[in-house]
Each structure stands twice: as structure tokens, then as C-alpha cells.
T-cell receptor, first 110, second 114 residues
Framework: GQQLNQSPQSMFIQEGEDVSMNCTSSSIFNTWLWYKQDPGEGPVLLIALYKAGELTSNGRLTAQFGITRKDSFLNISASIPSDVGIYFCAGQVSDYKLSFGAGTTVTVRA | NAGVTQTPKFQVLKTGQSMTLQCAQDMNHEYMSWYRQDPGMGLRLIHYSVGAGITDQGEVPNGYNVSRSTTEDFPLRLLSAAPSQTSVYFC?????????????FGPGTRLTVL
């Protein structure tokens, strides 16, 4: 499958901080998706991006579809404790197939 | 609506045993799929189905069988379990093509093969 490189692999957040993560690919995608997975649960869709350059928000989350169509980033503003979890990017390979990044694990800094 | 349900939640098998992971959805979704999630890797597609009676292979289909006799159910069969199949398995469904329709994931089945 197509390789998606997601970074950072993990991060620590302090309440109130803004955090950012990104995803890059050697292939072009027509759709980028961002998911969040809580412990013991399946991933849940946060944001879907359908056009190069598109900037979309969902509450405190903002994601952008890179202009080259080979990257995307996700920002979380004013972090809160419930933001912890694993965030995955995914690129649409075909009508029915997604390629997922390895995830960014977000943990609260003690 | 219960959404996407998976059973069992946890399972331990010995090498060579067979078993079926169950997946059901009550949203009348046409598309269903199975993924596996391994540490440090993204979800990888095993098999998918675009409707009752239609299945196709994903990225990592070897060692797994599926069938789709009804819209609601999409079981995943491990024919002869191997330690390499130790993973967390997720079932997902969507109304149609995933390019346009959100996929809803089940809570997962954590499988250990000894």
C-alpha cells in the first residue's frame, strides 16, 4: 500500500497548548481524512478534506489539505485533557480504500 | 442504533486453531470492511465488501476469509491461526463509497495467537 509518514510519532500536551501534527506521502491523494482513536475504541472521523488547499475546522480542530496534494496537517488549539488519544491521517486510495498513517499518540504532560 | 458491533472483544488462540470474528451493523450500510491494527503501523485493510454477496481483497488478505450473505453481517474467518495474526481487528461500515461517506468503526477485537 501507499506509504503515509505521520509525525511526530508521539507528543505531550499541556492543557491550553496549541499542538500540530502532519502527514506526508510520496503519492498524490484526492481526499485526506483525520481520525481520533480513544483507548479501547475504534477510530472516529474528525475532519475530511476534499480539495487541495482546503482548510476545514471542527471546533478546536483545524486541518488543511496541502497544495501539492501530498500532505496534510492537523492543529488542535487550546488543548484539553480529553484530547489525549491516537490521531491518524488517511489518504483515499480509491473509491473504497484508504491508506492510514501510523498515528500520533497524544499524552498529557504530567 | 447500536452502530457497528464486534464480538468477541478479546480472544486467545493457539497456533493452528480456527475462529470467526463477528461484525454486524444496523445502519443498512452497503460497504463493510475489516482492518488490522499493529503497533507502530496504520490500519491495514484485510477484506472489504460493497454489498451482500460481493467481497474483495484488501492489502493483507492472506490467512483470512470473508463472506457477506446479508447486508448486516460481515464475519472474518481465520483458517489456521498464526502468531503473526496477533493484532487488534476493526470492522467498519459506510453507506457507500468511502470517498464520499464516513466509515464507522466498531470497538475492535483484540486477538492473541500463542
Amino acid at each position: 500500500g501507499q506509504q503515509l509518514n505521520q509525525s511526530p510519532q508521539s507528543m505531550f500536551i499541556q492543557e491550553g497548548e496549541d499542538v500540530s501534527m502532519n502527514c506526508t506521502s510520496s503519492s498524490i491523494f484526492n481526499t485526506w481524512l483525520w481520525y481520533k482513536q480513544d483507548p479501547g475504541e475504534g477510530p472516529v472521523l474528525l475532519i475530511a478534506l476534499y480539495k487541495a488547499g482546503e482548510l476545514t475546522s471542527n471546533g478546536r480542530l483545524t486541518a488543511q489539505f496541502g497544495i501539492t496534494r501530498k500532505d496534510s496537517f492537523l492543529n488542535i488549539s487550546a488543548s484539553i485533557p480529553s484530547d489525549v488519544g491516537i490521531y491518524f491521517c488517511a489518504g483515499q486510495v480509491s473509491d473504497y480504500k484508504l491508506s492510514f498513517g501510523a498515528g500520533t499518540t497524544v499524552t498529557v504532560r504530567a | 442504533n447500536a452502530g457497528v458491533t464486534q464480538t468477541p472483544k478479546f480472544q486467545v488462540l493457539k497456533t493452528g486453531q480456527s475462529m470467526t470474528l463477528q461484525c454486524a451493523q444496523d445502519m443498512n450500510h452497503e460497504y463493510m470492511s475489516w482492518y488490522r491494527q499493529d503497533p507502530g503501523m496504520g490500519l491495514r485493510l484485510i477484506h472489504y465488501s460493497v454489498g451482500a454477496g460481493i467481497t474483495d481483497q484488501g492489502e493483507v488478505p492472506n490467512g483470512y476469509n470473508v463472506s457477506r450473505s446479508t447486508t448486516e453481517d460481515f464475519p472474518l474467518r481465520l483458517l489456521s491461526a498464526a502468531p503473526s495474526q496477533t493484532s487488534v481487528y476493526f470492522c467498519a461500515s459506510s453507506r457507500g463509497k468511502t470517498i464520499y461517506n464516513e466509515q464507522f468503526f466498531g470497538p475492535g477485537t483484540r486477538l492473541t495467537v500463542l
